[in-house]
């Protein structure tokens, strides 16, 4: 692998992680703060959700690897929409462990 698509991996798994971890750490805050909530949203919007979510990260590592010996400035749209994509999973998923 080329040293351009590896440094371009580690941005889009750092900014994944840390945006997964801000999502998750803001939503389990909020829930604490919340007496009895409860999501309205049926189960299907989780479920559509998770579809994009996974559609976003896995969409943006074919582009990544598509394009694996642009250099890292040019790949950063890719990495962040993957790092959106990471933050919609793991929102629908803590949504979806509460119901």
Do not use: W
């Amino acid at each position: 692998m080329s040293s351009s698509l590896n440094r371009t991996l580690a941005l889009a798994l750092v900014m994944s992680v840390t945006i997964s971890y801000f999502a998750a750490y803001i939503q389990l805050t909020a829930n604490k703060s919340v007496n009895s909530c409860s999501y309205l949203d049926p189960l299907i919007i989780d479920i559509v959700a998770l579809i994009a979510g996974f559609f976003l990260i896995c969409e943006s590592l074919v582009d990544i690897f598509f394009h694996k010996q642009s250099p890292v400035v040019k790949q950063l749209v890719r990495c962040v929409r993957m790092a959106f994509g990471s933050a919609i999973v793991t929102i629908h998923i803590l949504q979806f462990i509460h119901k």
